[in-house]
């Protein structure tokens, strides 16, 4: 009896280090995002970040499965002296132990909106079968196989990074926006001419923390490899500059490309300076960890800005916002 009470604090335990690693979206810009959307909003009816709350967990819902599935390997449970009840109590444990239920009950109490736990409740009883249905699947597809390789000196470092960017819920929450304001241009009758330019801006915004110099999976051991290669620090910068842009500008293709790109190069430009931060750690299959105090902030504002001047002016902002963004990558390169 002793030992099932051990092995159900050794659960709890996992699952709150499960429910920590998803604090990383407090990290995360779009966490300010949400702050300020919701700063002015009445209390008395649903928030309009409801939708963000349910893609958040909805895009959460697999990766905390997975938790589940980790924490009692099979093969460890077979070893265990266990009797059919005690592993009956376990696996319910287990199941109450997902991190999807409060995160359902909280993320409805934010949102105001009692369908938004309602759908975070079922994703959540349903991601651990879908994750297991998965399992049993002998060869599935592998996303990252298809990660081309680019071409020159910096192609590798550049193919590295845009698998790991595809590893993180801010590149897949951007594909969802972009995905749904796309079919809404096609069909709504009438479309709001501002809302391109509106959803471009709020993309580059979400993957922003991601374009911060200091993020990165395995980030120490990453800066000690690379010093070890004959390329400079404008070189390695340059490198995670170019795969960043690589998603951005494929989801923000129905959204005006030199508005974006204007957007892409300030929020670059503002995440330059975090290379002289202490390196961050990303944990796979979470959204980005960042710094949103001050760089986050600057970059949500300076995008912003940057998107509503291209919009009015044209190119040529994005032209010189390139050009900023170079002189930003020399300076920066020469300090890392």
């Known amino acids: 009896m002793a030992g ?7 659960l709890a335990r996992s699952a709150q ?10 990290h995360n810009n779009l966490f300010a995002v949400i702050l300020l959307m919701m700063a002015e909003e009445p209390m008395d009816r649903p928030s309009s970040t409801a939708v963000f709350y349910l ?4 895009l959460a819902a697999l990766p905390l499965a ?26 319910a444990f287990n199941l109450l132990l997902n991190p999807m239920l409060p995160l359902a009950v909280l993320f409805a109490l934010l949102s105001r909106h009692p369908a938004v736990g309602t759908g975070l409740f079922a994703l959540g009883i349903l991601a651990p079968v879908v994750l297991g ?22 192609g590798g470092l550049i193919q590295n990074r845009v698998r790991e960017l595809l590893q993180t819920l801010d590149v897949w929450f951007a594909a969802l926006l972009s995905l749904g304001g796309f079919l809404y241009r096609i069909f ?34 990453a800066v000690a490899r690379r010093l070890l290669l004959p390329l400079s620090g404008r070189d390695v910068l340059l490198a995670r500059d170019l795969a960043w842009f690589v998603p951005l500008l494929f989801l923000t293709a129905p959204y005006g490309w030199h508005r974006t790109a204007a957007a892409g190069f300030v929020a670059l430009i503002a995440g330059h300076r975090t290379i002289l931060a202490p390196p961050t750690e990303q944990t796979r299959w979470q959204f980005a960890a960042g710094q949103l105090i001050p760089t986050g ?4 504002f300076a995008v912003i800005l940057a998107t509503s ?20 990558l020399e300076w920066f390169g020469r300090k890392a």
């Open 297 to 300: 902030l600057f970059q949500i």
């Open 66 to 91: 997975g938790d589940m599935a980790r924490r009692i390997p099979e093969a460890r449970m077979a070893l265990w002296p266990l009797t059919a009840w005690q592993r009956a109590v376990v696996f």
């Open 17 to 26: 280090r499960s429910f920590g690693r998803f604090g990383s979206v407090t």
């Open 133 to 154: 249905a998965f399992r049993t699947w002998k060869n599935p597809p592998r996303l990252l196989r298809l990660v081309p390789s680019f071409p020159g000196r910096l």
């Open 4 to 10: 099932l009470a051990a092995l159900i604090a050794a």
């Open 309 to 328: 001047t291209a919009h009015q002016f044209g190119p040529v902002v994005t032209l010189i916002s390139g050009g900023v963004w170079w002189a930003s």
């Open 55 to 58: 893609l958040i967990g909805a």
């Open 188 to 221: 709504y009758p009438h479309p709001d001419p501002m809302a391109s330019v509106v959803i471009g801006g709020l993309i580059v915004i979400l993957l922003s923390t991601a374009g911060q110099a200091s993020s990165g999976f395995d980030a120490e051991s």
